[in-house]
């Protein structure tokens, strides 16, 4: 398998992994090794059908996703382990549109027990983010699978 | 005065969860309401699952029950029960949440301001010394103010009009 495809298999392994991505519709677009995913736009994840803006907690939920997606997948070879949130912070910066949403992680440290992530949503472009996450999450213990 | 306040907001509070699309759609149910304090609870449901292997719930979906709760804390908090918007919001998670069990999140505006509301909020599963996520959130009024609450009516209106999903694998509406 080519580095690419089995990246791109990877990913879609990590995501199948996750019922509730599914449920969002969330999918991803690799550009080489680099993964972004998309939050589709559905009435469901409206907060304010007032203000026809996202849900913060639908946004939330997405950065969640993506850090630990980023993580699963950033092991060398075939083995999936998706880690566990410990501690998040988000901020929300701009009112969400409805419209889709994309998201990219960025490690900022992966130790053996731990890692640290900052993840950005944004719709429009990358250079006006409309919330940004970080956190630590708990690395899980590969599970191989062939 | 804080009598009719509180009968106001228990008239107001289900359309919150109800009027909220994303809510409905995770299927958050409204449990109590008081000036500055919020309780929502969360049957639990396979299609919130985080990993399929523990069937443990998304920590996202709690994320978004805490968001909830602790913005209708906020609105409960202000003079005049303004419609709010999250600043930030941090979440400890202390523990997995037990598959099968309904999760409860429990919200308090501990110090509100002129524009802002500062909230702490705890999820568990009935026993509230052994939480599974806490938070710390701070929310601000809205600046377009009043008519961005809405009655229930313009709401169910305005949740009609709402845009199509923009495809066809998505989430559902």
Redesign the interface.
Request: aromatic content about 8%; cysteine-free; overall charge negative.
């Given at each position: 398998m080519s580095d690419q495809t089995s990246r791109d298999d990877k990913v879609k392994r990590a995501l199948?992994?996750?019922?509730?991505?599914a449920?969002?519709?969330i999918?991803p677009i690799l550009m080489g090794q680099e993964l972004t995913l998309v939050l589709?736009?559905?009435?469901?994840?409206?907060?304010?059908?007032?203000?026809?803006?996202?849900?913060?907690?639908?946004v939330?939920?997405?950065?969640?996703?993506c850090a630990?997606v980023q993580l699963g997948i950033a092991g060398e070879g075939e083995e999936l382990a998706?880690p566990?949130?410990?501690?998040?912070?988000?901020?929300?910066l701009r009112?969400g549109r409805?419209?889709?949403t994309y998201a990219r992680a960025v490690i900022g440290r992966s130790g053996s027990r731990v890692a640290n992530v900052r993840v950005k949503a944004w719709q429009d472009s990358l250079q006006t983010p409309i919330s940004i996450l970080h956190g630590n999450f708990l690395i899980a213990k590969a599970?191989s699978k062939k | 005065m804080n009598e009719d306040k509180l009968k106001r907001l228990w008239d107001l509070a289900p359309m919150f969860v109800e009027g909220t699309p994303h809510a409905k759609f995770l299927g958050f149910k409204f449990v109590a309401i008081d000036i500055g304090r919020a309780t929502l609870s969360l049957p639990y449901d396979e299609r919130l699952i985080g990993n399929a292997q523990t069937k443990v719930l998304h920590g996202g979906v709690l994320t978004a029950l805490l968001d909830q709760a602790s913005g209708l804390a906020a609105v409960s908090s202000f003079d005049n029960t303004m419609p709010v918007a999250t600043l930030d919001l941090r979440i400890d998670y202390m523990r997995a949440a037990t598959p099968g069990k309904t999760i409860i999140a429990e919200a308090h505006a501990y110090k509100t301001t002129t524009h802002i509301a500062f909230v702490r909020a705890v999820a568990h599963e009935g026993d509230v010394d052994d939480p599974v996520a806490s938070s710390q959130a701070s929310f601000m009024t809205t600046s377009s103010g009043r008519k961005t609450f809405g009655t229930p009516l313009e709401r169910t209106k305005a949740i009609k009009d709402l845009p199509p999903a923009t495809d066809s694998k998505g989430g559902r509406s």
């Open positions: 199948a992994n996750i019922p509730y991505a449920e969002l519709g999918q589709p736009y559905s009435p469901g994840i409206i907060g304010n059908p007032m203000l026809k803006a996202l849900h913060g907690g639908a939330g939920a997405f950065l969640e996703t630990i998706l566990k949130p410990i501690g998040i912070n988000i901020d929300y009112r409805p419209q889709d599970t | -």
